[in-house]
């Protein structure tokens, strides 16, 4: 069946350095959500990619869906403590009735 | 408008026991999702209901797992006799309509078996 993965699983950040989350799909996506969980917490929606090759921007977060639509990034600029959680991709297939298949998630730690 | 609602937000159980755990959708919203999510883990697609309807259970373990979602009320997970492995938190999000859409999740119910 389809799988969604999702790299690096963890990651430690000084604030004001840079973070990157991947996620790749065994096959091609008709779009691709990310949503942030912070600890404890449930998971929020950020975004919706739905064209190849598009990139969206919501402030310091850069998300952007490959050509072939099968992977995706996540990019923070210069992250602040306040972007500490686990950020998830989640990706449908099989047109609008395919359910959403979540990635395992990256978990963003930030070092004030 | 009132985000998607769950409760209890935290359950313990003994073994053998039955688990209820309810969730009220957003206003105006018709399709309910339920996750699992066991510690460090990501959230496992278990069920996706309608009003009074299973859409797709391909998630649900054939088991002591069952979902519903009547005409009037909040839509019920429940598992008969728990056991350790049940322990996670369970998610359920809603849409306003079908799963193209984004889902919004609720607090979750923690479930602790005991």
């Known amino acids: 069946g389809q799988q969604v993965m999702q790299i690096p699983q963890y990651q430690h950040v000084q604030e004001g350095e840079d973070f990157t989350t991947y996620c790749n799909s065994s096959?091609?996506?008709?779009?691709i959500q990310w949503y942030k969980q912070r600890p404890g917490g449930h998971p929020v929606f950020l975004i919706q990619?739905?064209?190849?090759?598009e990139v969206k921007k919501q402030k310091r977060l850069t998300f952007q869906f490959g050509e072939a639509k099968k992977n995706s990034s996540l990019h923070i600029t210069a992250t602040q403590t306040t972007d500490v959680g686990t950020y998830f991709c989640?990706?449908?297939?099989?047109?609008?009735?395919?359910?959403?298949?979540f990635g395992k998630g990256t978990k963003l730690s930030v070092k004030p | 408008n009132a985000g998607v609602m769950q409760n209890p937000r935290h359950l313990v159980r003994r073994r053998g026991q039955e688990a209820r755990l309810r969730c009220s959708p957003m206003?105006?919203?018709?399709?309910v999702y339920w996750y699992r999510q066991l510690p460090e883990e990501g959230l496992k697609f278990m069920v996706y209901?309608?009003?009074?309807?299973?859409?797709?259970e391909s998630g649900m373990p054939k088991e002591r797992f069952s979902a519903e979602f009547p005409k009037e009320g909040p839509s019920i997970l429940r598992i008969q006799q728990v056991v350790r492995g049940d322990s996670a938190a369970y998610f359920c999000?809603?849409?306003?309509?079908?799963?193209?859409?984004?889902?919004?999740f609720g607090p979750g119910t923690r479930l602790l078996v005991l």
């Open positions: 999000a809603s849409s306003p309509r079908g799963t193209g859409e984004t889902q919004y």
């Open positions: 096959t091609t996506l008709s779009n």
């Open positions: 990619l739905v064209k190849s090759g």
């Open positions: 989640a990706g449908r297939n099989g047109g609008s009735q395919g359910n959403l298949i």
């Open positions: 206003k105006g919203h018709s399709h």
């Open positions: 209901l309608q009003k009074e309807n299973i859409i797709d």
